[in-house]
Nanobody, 115 residues
Framework: QVQLVQSGGGLVEPGGSLRLSCAAS????????LSWYRRAPGKQRELVAE???????TYADSVKDRFIISRDNTKNTLYLQMNSLKPEDTAVYYC?????????WGQGIQVTVSS
């Protein structure tokens, strides 16, 4: 099993930056795929960014060139650096991993982009 605990959300003005963290309860060094999703009010859950071992990161078109997904295996933590934030980035953000045959999700964290 894996527990994922998120931190780093909040309120930011348009054009600002935030970094989300997702701390895992076990080593992530061997985990093949780590992802960030988001769900905006009234919308379906959207895959924002994904890291797959052995391949480069992938991003939704809406966040490409603004968001950066990264991992620190020494801290067992996944990150999402969000730059040039827009009001349409407002959502609850979730980290996710598939470990074994099971899906694991963080608790979700609110990001609000507003002036």
């Amino acid at each position: 099993q894996v527990q994922l605990v998120q931190s780093g959300g909040g309120l930011v003005e348009p054009g600002g930056s935030l970094r989300l963290s997702c701390a895992a309860s076990r080593s992530i060094a061997g985990i093949v795929q780590l992802s960030w999703y988001r769900r905006a009010p009234g919308k379906q859950r959207e895959l924002v960014a994904e890291m797959t071992r052995g391949a480069g990161p992938t991003y939704a078109d809406s966040v490409k060139d603004r968001f950066i997904i990264s991992r620190d295996n020494t801290k067992n933590t996944l990150y999402l650096q969000m730059n040039s934030l827009k009001p349409e980035d407002t959502a609850v953000y979730y980290c996710h991993t598939l470990f074994g045959a099971n899906n694991y999700w963080g608790q979700g964290i609110q990001v609000t982009v507003s002036s």
